[in-house]
Nanobody
Framework: QVQLVESGGGLVQAGGSLRLSCVVS????????AGWFRQAPGKEREFVAA????????SYADSVKGRFTISRDNAKNTIYLQMDSLKPEDTAVYSC?????????????????WGQGTQVTVSS
């Protein structure tokens, strides 16, 4: 059974930083991509970043490019999202996810496993 558990969310002032972690348990050897998505109140879930599980190549939404960094530590089965220069519009519930098939890494519906989410609030 695959489980994803996020941590690291919280309240931060604009311009500050947070690092989210996502610990993955289960058969991670079959994963192709891992990603972070976010959902703000009243808005649809949106793609934030994704990383190839084996090779480490990363992709980002334009809204976070240059400010957020996704990484993974395969030895610890952990995915990270380093968030710098945070803005109030980054406020959302952030969820990590994993998928077994390559491609379409920015589409939430293609992911097989999800964490419960962690709240990030950025004050102005």
């Amino acid at each position: 059974q695959v489980q994803l558990v996020e941590s690291g969310g919280g309240l931060v002032q604009a311009g500050g930083s947070l690092r989210l972690s996502c610990v993955v348990s289960g058969r991670t050897s079959s994963f192709y991509h891992a990603g972070w998505f976010r959902q703000a109140p009243g808005k649809e879930r949106e793609f934030v970043a994704a990383i190839n599980w084996s090779g480490g190549s990363a992709s980002y939404a334009d809204s976070v490019k240059g400010r957020f960094t996704i990484s993974r530590d395969n030895a610890k089965n952990t995915i990270y999202l380093q968030m710098d220069s945070l803005k109030p519009e980054d406020t959302a519930v952030y969820s990590c996810a994993a998928k077994r098939v390559g491609g379409n890494y920015d589409y939430a519906t293609t992911y097989d496993y999800w964490g419960q989410g962690t709240q990030v609030t950025v004050s102005s």
